[in-house]
């Protein structure tokens, strides 16, 4: 059974970093092109950035430049490392995996307050 488990998630005051982790279990991480939604509140979810099986990564403009996606396959892990960060940054992140099946992570909150 292939499972996601997030961490990283807290509180920032604006201008701060913090970095997601993702890990996957049960399956070769390798076989799956991975990403990381957002969700705020009243909003619907919108990706913020994938890395495909070939490590091409690619980002929503709203990002650029302030977050990076990478991928470590021998840990069956993603990253998602978010710089200078804004309150409309806002919400909860989940890390997705798709590949023969999709996954869904259950989320992890990131909070841009001061």
């Known amino acids: 059974q292939v499972q996601l488990v997030e961490s990283g998630g807290g509180l920032v005051q604006p201008g701060g970093s913090l970095r997601l982790s993702c890990v996957l279990s049960?399956?070769?991480?390798?076989?799956?092109?991975m990403s990381w939604y957002r969700q705020a509140p009243g909003k619907q979810r919108e990706l913020v950035a994938e890395?495909?099986?070939?490590?091409?990564?690619n980002y929503a403009d709203s990002v650029k430049g302030r977050f990076t996606i990478s991928r470590d396959n021998a840990k069956s892990t993603v990253y998602l490392q978010m710089n200078m960060l804004k309150p409309e940054d806002t919400a909860v992140y989940y890390c997705?995996?798709?590949?023969?099946?999709?996954?869904w992570g259950q989320g992890t909150q990131v909070t841009v307050s001061s």
């Open positions: 890395v495909t099986r070939g490590a091409v990564s």
């Open positions: 997705y995996a798709l590949g023969p099946r999709a996954y």
């Open positions: 049960g399956s070769a991480i390798i076989i799956y092109n």
